[in-house]
């Protein structure tokens, strides 16, 4: 007879629209069995240790039809990035007591039916938690984002928003390192000065003290955007879009401040897209996961030898999800939002 | 001493705010000299045959600073495409008597001061007004924007907004030359037919008698939206968002729709860009001249083939210029909308 445990479990109460609150993800205590089914030949049993907090999870809070991802189901445990270490395993990649990054539960312990999302951790020299952000989803989204859709070149303009979350401020080093001029919008005065003292962005400003965001980046791009990395949308979209200049990229990642209007801004000024010839593309990072080998290859070293930094914000237990969930949609994190379930 | 004639001319009156009127260009004589000054090495005086109207010329009746191209002059000529017999030339490779096509003024006779716009026609089995259209700046926009941006592939479904105008009927006849499934929007039942039944759209409908584009378009791309070739902006770009499949592509070639608004309609769903992973470019066909030679080996071929058809809709005088420019923008001209000057 396998071990049976007790699971505490943070479940989407139901539905959401507007903006979520603490109450609609409520704690749950279940029963789990730590071993896979016997007919299972792909399946891991893990024990959580880092959850990821990530801006697309709000999404996933509401009902949708036909979206690229499912609704989470109200009374289970959400979904999202983690980092775990296995402890049964049916499938021969995956033995008992390799760590493993990939889509995991919201609780202390997850039988994952598929490993096709999982990837084992090979190298433990780094902080574990870096698996939920440098070196996992938001680290593949920046170098996917940046260096597949922007094509930077040395000397040119850069424009991040959202700089100080857990894929901008990658893209700012990135930037910085391919020898562009990158500046970064955040929301608080301590964000602002993250990125210009740790990060080594040029520039930096805090969009909330801005009326005008045409004027502002008119003021720090003076000769105009060559690359923008959209993370938030609506109006700082449209002002970026009259600042572009000709053969401009925008790589749009995400559209932070749309996610909980229940009816998105419009943005006006794309007949700057014809006029700039403008290239304006969304991806997603699943597309770009075969790439992830030579990621680490590039990053892992930048890390070793200190030419490449991140910050966290870790919240500490499972109980602290909620909160630390929803504290992504006003800004309250500094850098990669992180909760920790176990430390081992 | 060279010989001076009276020039008819249709100058622009004033700037343009809202909907142009007819009564925004008007008629004035001058007096021009048919010859090249002395000291040009790169003039041409034409006498013009074919004016072509443009909804990009629009913009140029703005007052507008920082845009891709000069407002006009008020007072002096509209300036445009167009399709002229040379006069008198300094540069080498324009002789007198030659044809050319290029930006010419809205007037009986032009003196051309540099030739760097100006192409010389050297075909003429084809309709010389073709030069204002299919063989022109109009058939290079749809060429590069549907083969440059596009990358069109067999069995992909495409949308063509303002279809049967002078771009969108081409880039209809491409796509069903490369096996793509093809629909149109046009504006009257008459353009509608044409659409189908003359340039062999797989169907078509007047967007003027559909309330809800969402609805159209479900109706008429079941299984989504490939490519769609971008000509009118607002509320059908934000519904043919809501359709396009994964990895599609949007060439956005105009917006005519919003060119006489005082404030640009808001586009609301462009979080589908991430979801979708489509990318939206604009462009000019300033950038793609360079592939005028094999656009020509192309497009000359399938016109005399009969494999691509062209219809035009031709305005008499000079006269008669100011009424056809401004009925582009109420959709008032049924394909190419043409002026003749002078029928040699």
Redesign the interface.
Known sequence: MAEEVSNKQMVLKNYVKGFPKESDIILKTSIIKLKVPDDSNDAVVVKNLYLSCDPYMRGRMSETEG??IDSFTPGSPIIGYGVARVLDSSHPNFKTGDLIWGLTGWEEYSLIKSTKGVFKIQHTNVPLSYYTGILGMPGMTAYAGFYELCLPKKGETVFVSAASGAVGQLVGQFAKLMGCYVVGSAGSKYKVDLLKNKFGFDDAFNYKEESDFNATLKRYFPNGIDIYFENV?GKM?DAVLLNMNLHGRIA????IS?YNLE??????????????????????VF?YYHLYPKFLETVLPLIEEGKITYVEDIAEGLESGPSALIGLFSGRNVGKQVVVVARE
């Open positions: 979206s690229y949308g979209l749009v990642c995400g559209m749309q009816e998105p801004e419009g943005v006006q000024n794309l007949f700057c897209l014809i006029t700039k010839r403008i290239r304006m593309e969304g991806f997603l597309d």
